[in-house]
């Protein structure tokens, strides 16, 4: 079955450092690929996605390339703020799974002053 | 308002309750989904609905029942509450599986 890994967290940067999250994943099919991000009291909100091989999702400064030769889909933001600080998902969905998103299990990104 | 709105936001009930979360949208999306959040366990699945004939159980439906009123509305009841299901519940939305899902801002269940 479909599966996502993250890297485990959690993640303490200071601001105007860069950052990378990694995901990859596993799937039977041609997955579209996604980031969520959580902030503290809030619901998930979609922040990028990208559908096929090379793309390259973009929002808000942060950036994910769909690489299929390594499975893989890692965020990525040159300088990151203190208002970055939140719970990141990454997350993909394809027909084998009838349309449900896999999740991965979140990764906490705390950004110090 | 919220394209997709969850009632209540916070509830506190006891052991052996029944209790309704509620989700409505305004996306006008057919499928509809319940998510439980548990610190260390990221997203779990418990109902999803891809119209409002078609129901389906998740990983963890048990001790759990839905209901899809309308396009627009989706209820996860607890028939029987039990402390271990406290944890933050999330209803989403989407459209096609390419498009991801639109999710309200959670209720946060505490079951005493």
């Known amino acids: 079955g479909n599966s996502v890994t993250q890297m485990e967290g959690p993640v303490t940067l200071s601001e105007e450092a860069f950052l990378t999250i990694n995901c990859t994943y596993t799937a039977t099919g041609y997955p579209s690929l996604f980031w969520y991000v959580q902030y503290p009291g809030e619901g998930l909100q979609l922040l990028l996605k990208?559908?096929?091989?090379?793309d390259k999702g973009s929002n808000k400064g942060f950036e994910a390339t769909y690489r299929k030769e390594t499975t893989s889909f890692h965020l990525e933001k040159g300088s990151v703020q203190v208002s970055d600080s939140a719970v990141y998902f990454c997350?993909?969905?394809?027909?084998?799974?009838?349309?449900?998103?896999?999740f991965g299990d979140g990764t906490t990104l705390t950004v110090k002053p | 308002d919220a394209d997709v709105t969850q009632t209540p936001r916070n509830r506190i009930t006891k052991t052996g309750k029944r209790i309704m979360l509620e989700c409505s949208q305004t996306?006008?999306?057919?499928?509809m989904y319940w998510y439980r959040q548990d610190p260390g366990l990221g997203l779990r699945l418990i109902y999803y609905?891809?119209?409002?004939?078609?129901?389906n159980k998740g990983e963890i439906s048990d001790g759990y029942s839905v209901s899809r009123q309308a396009q627009a509305k989706f209820s996860l009841s607890l028939e029987s509450a039990i402390p271990n299901q406290t944890a933050l519940y999330f209803c989403?939305?989407?459209?096609?599986?390419?498009?991801?899902?639109?999710f309200g801002s959670g209720t946060r269940l505490t079951v005493v």
């Open positions: 609905s891809f119209d409002v004939k078609d129901i």
């Open positions: 990208a559908t096929k091989a090379d």
């Open positions: 997350a993909l969905s394809d027909q084998t799974n009838a349309g449900k998103s896999t």
């Open positions: 996306k006008g999306h057919d499928r």
């Open positions: 989403a939305t989407s459209d096609l599986d390419r498009t991801g899902y639109t």
